[in-house]
């Protein structure tokens, strides 16, 4: 290092990178980043290598390791640029993940939000039924699956949800309309509907096929214990829907599916 580069004094550092002068201290009791300079009065002087240093200690706090862990980690050499890009991708992946878990509050807060819109005071129960949504959404898909879900979200973007929303209204009200009409479940028109149905179920799946799979058990799961409550909360959200009517739509395409199945 030239002689004319930058130094950081201990608290010059601690305001420029968010830590604390007492974290520092451990820091450099434990040799995790240690002063790579002293003044001859023994005062602490901070370098760009030992910027980087923090930095990658850092990183890896975020990612969850411990200070043992990061210690193994840093014996790696300081400078070893595929090292440092295996950082700051994995650093990249877990913004990525809190990025798509935001989305997902989001959505849960829009939800909210459309109740207030729906009248001039939303009730308790109102909110308590939305509540109560979000809390078997989250029994019954783990944590993983809700990451997935709302890293597909975020794929798809807000215009092409909104797209697939209004497709599925409009499915639903169709499929109810054959229903009503007592239309039988192997007709060409009722198979064109389960055939889309499938279809845009199929574009908000993540690609990964186990995901997809441990994805569709939890909403079978969900729909087996729940269909009523469900069936309730999107009914009160859509005002030609009744109460019973979801759980009669889904099994009258589900039938329509064994059918073509059966019939191949």
Excluded: C
């Excluded at 901070?46 to 990061?70: F, P």
């Excluded at 209004?166 to 064109?192: N, S």
Aim: net charge negative; glycine share 8%.
């Amino acid at each position: 290092m030239s002689e004319d580069a930058r130094r950081w004094t201990i608290g010059e550092l601690a305001r420029a990178s968010g830590v604390t002068v007492r974290t520092l201290y451990h820091y450099d009791e434990i040799g995790l980043v240690r002063a790579g300079e002293r003044t001859a009065s023994g005062h602490r002087r901070y370098t760009e290598a030992d910027l980087r240093r923090l930095y990658r200690v850092r990183a890896l706090r975020g990612l969850g390791l411990s200070l043992d862990e990061i210690a193994e980690v840093l014996n790696r050499p300081e400078d070893d640029l595929g090292t440092l890009r295996d950082l700051l991708g994995a650093q990249l992946a877990e913004i990525e993940i809190q990025t798509a878990r935001l989305g997902q509050l989001k959505q849960q807060i829009s939800g909210l939000m459309w109740l207030l819109d729906k009248s001039v005071m939303p009730d308790a129960e109102q909110f308590m039924a939305a509540l109560e949504m979000i809390s078997v959404y989250e029994t019954y898909f783990a944590q993983e699956l809700r990451d997935h879900l709302a890293t597909r979200r975020a794929e798809l973007g807000e215009e092409r949800l909104a797209g697939l929303r209004a497709e599925w209204l409009e499915l639903v009200r169709e499929t109810r309309e054959l229903l009503l009409a007592g239309t039988p479940v192997d007709d060409p028109r009722v198979q064109e509907i389960s055939a889309r149905w499938e279809a845009m179920t199929a574009a908000v799946q993540p690609g990964d096929e186990r995901v997809q799979e441990r994805l569709t058990a939890a909403g079978m799961a969900l729909w087996r214990d729940n269909s009523a409550g469900v069936s309730a909360e999107i009914s009160r959200q859509i005002d030609w829907l009744g109460a019973g009517d979801l759980p009669a739509v889904i099994d009258y395409l589900q039938r329509a599916r064994q059918a073509r199945e059966s019939g191949e």
